[in-house]
């Protein structure tokens, strides 16, 4: 009887005292870039956490030598529910011998939640990543155990040099950063891809003529039209699936339960905005000043429900760089699923479809001034049988309807296929044209596998102006 009246006393303590604390939790003990995890003595019996030596217990039948455990199975280490305050962030400096997934069993209040992570080898990483739901406010106040298992060997060995729990300010949903030539946003519910980019520089306007917005420099003087926007936003971002971003394929065999979209088979396909269904893939980090935009997250698999969170990350840095826009972009997969080679999108790139004319060099003289190439009449991309296009220069862009129109463009070093159409052309009517259904679309295209637990990197550069205009900004990159 006295067991069960203490149980019950601790839980209405607990219940008082996140009533009381939680709405004092919003009040963030670290600023942005305070995040040093200490480090300190790992043993079979403590672990550092924030600075100081906890004490653990670790799973039955796990074995530890000279300072590191022993993954042979998976691994626990109970902290008997440590309480350090309110937390939405966490860093883990470690060294490891192989890829390993890991589990971090934590306390919101009263309830009991487990989120897991994966960790890459090597000595000395640290590893950082907010907990689930961080955007919605989701806060923890406490850790009761932590297990490792590894991924890509069958035995691994893993040093812990230190955990640390942060409160940080929860993030704007959309992040920005400008200088005197564009402003770029990424969004943080789609996994942190770019979907804003507005060039200052160029008298942007968007105007109606007979239903129907089109956009240009001096658009309203060019069409004799009045100016319904001023501040266009020039990537489309109707949905998770549109944007900027990073989307890779995988196989459809083995392990692998296959999702469904438009009534195909679907691959297994992470995609740095999300799913089909509209849900979010997960924040796993961020970090921002006022030159650059660093995120990383968790994506979802295209085709299949929000449950199927992919067991990889992408990571992605933005810069303003002179007349361009620099990202460079990195994917690692945990999956372990044998590799197969297919059309990979470096990157998958939406546009607003205002600009609708194809633009690219066709020839075999690149960077020589030769007459560049014009598709004017290209349609929905799957109608059109996936046409694709070969650009010697790496680059290819959509204008406006003249020749002499503005527009946007994406250049990639060393890649020459691009994949290219428009869906429902010259049907834009939103005076926000970033928003409707309409969109140009552009697929940097290399065929390769995505393998397992190897991390692929690459870097595009985005850019605007008339075709001349861009054509001499990526020359500078090239050259």
Excluded at 4 to 13: D, E
Excluded at 161 to 168: E, I, K, W
Excluded at 195 to 200: G, I, K, N, R, T
């Amino acid at each position: 009887m006295f067991v069960f009246l203490k149980q019950v006393f601790s839980i209405v303590l607990s219940f008082i005292f996140g009533f009381v604390s939680y709405p004092i939790s919003y009040i963030p003990s670290n600023n942005d870039g305070d995040f040093t995890v200490k480090t300190g003595i790992f043993s079979e019996n403590s672990i550092v956490i924030n600075d100081k030596e906890e004490k653990i217990t670790l799973s039955e039948g796990t074995k530890f030598d000279d300072g590191q455990l022993i993954l042979e199975d998976t691994a626990e280490l109970s902290f008997n529910d440590i309480t350090h305050g309110w937390f939405n962030y966490y860093g883990i400096t470690y060294t490891a011998d192989a890829h390993l997934k890991g589990t971090l069993n934590y306390r919101c209040g009263a309830v009991k939640r487990s989120e897991n992570f994966f960790l890459e080898p090597g000595e000395n990483v640290s590893f950082y990543s907010f907990i689930n739901n961080m955007l919605s406010g989701t806060k923890a106040n406490g850790i009761y155990s932590l297990t490792f298992e590894a991924l890509s060997s069958d035995k691994a060995l893993l040093e812990i040099h230190g955990l640390a729990l942060f409160n940080r300010e929860i993030p704007d949903k959309y992040v920005y950063i400008q200088n005197d030539t564009y402003k770029i946003g990424v969004n943080l519910l789609w996994g942190g891809a770019l979907s804003y980019l507005e060039d200052l520089n160029s008298n942007v306007e968007a105007v109606e003529v007979d239903g129907r917005v089109f956009v240009d420099s001096n658009a309203g003087e060019r069409y004799g039209a009045k100016v319904v926007n001023k501040n266009v936003n020039l990537i489309n971002r109707f949905d998770p699936g549109r944007l900027v971003q990073q989307s890779y394929y995988g196989s459809t065999g083995g392990d692998y339960e296959s999702g469904i979209y438009m009534g195909n088979v679907w691959a297994y396909n992470p995609v740095q905005g999300g799913n089909q269904f509209g849900d979010n893939s997960k924040i796993v980090d961020l970090r921002c000043d006022y030159e650059s935009i660093y995120i990383k997250c968790q994506p979802l698999d295209w085709a299949k429900e929000k449950e199927h969170i992919t067991p990889s990350y992408m990571e992605a840095t933005y810069k303003i760089e002179n007349n361009n826009v620099k990202v460079s972009c990195r994917f690692i997969d945990f999956s372990g699923r044998e590799p197969l080679a297919r059309d990979q999108e470096i990157p998958a790139f939406y546009c607003i479809e205002p600009f609708n004319r194809f633009i690219y060099y066709g020839g075999d003289k690149p960077w020589t001034n030769d007459t560049l190439s014009v598709e004017p009449d290209l349609i929905f991309w799957p109608d059109a049988g996936y046409p694709k296009f070969t650009s010697l220069e790496n680059w290819a862009a959509f204008i406006g309807e003249f020749d002499d129109s503005f527009g946007i463009g994406v250049y990639v070093p060393g890649e020459t296929d691009f994949l290219t159409g428009v869906f429902a052309r010259e049907t834009t009517s939103n005076h926000d044209p970033s928003i409707d259904a309409p969109t140009s679309y552009i697929a940097v295209i290399r065929v390769m596998s995505i393998n397992t637990f190897n991390p692929f990197e690459y870097s595009y550069y985005l850019t605007t102006g008339t075709a001349d205009e861009m054509r001499n900004n990526f020359r500078e990159i090239a050259e």
